[in-house]
């Protein structure tokens, strides 16, 4: 399956941003989803993860009550929307999807996805 991500962009802080992944080569359906992000200097970190029908959402508890992951398998396609932005949020966010359980962890990824920046400005 390929991961194709955008939205990504410049933004003040307080303000908003929502990412797409589009999803291609099998149904979107069959597999759990996830946003990850990684800033300058540091480790790739969860961010967000969806089941594979919708049901079943987690957060990473830095963007709780802030960010939304969502999906709609007739258009092959996850979002997140991303409320509230902070400068602590600037980072590459990643797609990525998971064949075997919701990827909460880099380790349960099977699937990534090209980057794109989310630069939150003070």
């Known amino acids: 399956v390929q991961l194709q991500a955008s939205g990504g962009g410049l933004v003040q802080a307080g303000g908003s941003l929502r990412l797409s992944c589009a999803t291609s080569?099998?149904?979107?359906?069959?597999?759990?989803m996830a946003w990850f992000r990684q800033a300058p200097g540091k480790e790739r970190e969860f961010v967000a993860a969806?089941?594979?029908?919708?049901?079943?959402?987690y957060y990473a508890d830095s963007v709780k009550g802030r960010f939304t992951i969502s999906r709609d398998n007739a258009k092959n396609t996850v979002y997140l929307q991303m409320n509230s932005l902070k400068p602590e949020d600037t980072a590459v966010y990643y797609c990525?999807?998971?064949?075997?359980?919701?990827?909460?962890?880099?380790?349960?990824?099977?699937?990534w996805g090209q980057g794109t920046q989310v630069t939150v400005s003070s």
């Open positions: 990525a999807a998971g064949s075997r359980r919701t990827p909460t962890t880099t380790a349960a990824v099977d699937y």
């Open positions: 080569g099998r149904t979107s359906s069959n597999y759990a």
């Open positions: 969806i089941n594979w029908s919708g049901s079943g959402t």
